[in-house]
């Protein structure tokens, strides 16, 4: 298991994970970070359109960055 951390990240400002996750893989990490994205991007309280949702290693390799952004109303 390896541990990996998620950081919130806009223009100006980021929010650091300091505690993290433990995956077997990257691709786990990368799978639980789509689910923050699909969270925060439906989320009621603040607008997180702008923000990127970025997975790190402990050694602070940057694995996956995914931007939240707007979806199109309507869509089917």
């Given at each position: 298991?390896?541990?990996?951390?998620?950081?919130?990240?806009?223009?100006?400002?980021?929010?650091?994970?300091?505690?993290?996750?433990?995956?077997?893989?990257?691709?786990?990490?990368?799978?639980f970070?789509?689910?923050?994205?699909?969270?925060?991007?439906?989320?009621?309280?603040?607008?997180?359109?702008?923000?990127?949702?970025?997975?790190?290693?402990?050694?602070?390799?940057?694995?996956?960055?995914?931007?939240?952004?707007?979806?199109?109303?309507?869509?089917?």
């Amino acid at each position: 298991m390896k541990r990996f951390f998620f950081d919130y990240t806009a223009e100006n400002q980021s929010l650091f994970d300091y505690r993290g996750q433990e995956f077997g893989s990257p691709a786990g990490a990368i799978e639980f970070a789509q689910e923050i994205a699909q969270s925060l991007k439906h989320s009621l309280s603040t607008d997180w359109v702008g923000w990127s949702v970025e997975v790190r290693g402990a050694d602070g390799e940057k694995f996956y960055s995914l931007p939240i952004e707007r979806e199109l109303l309507g869509a089917a």
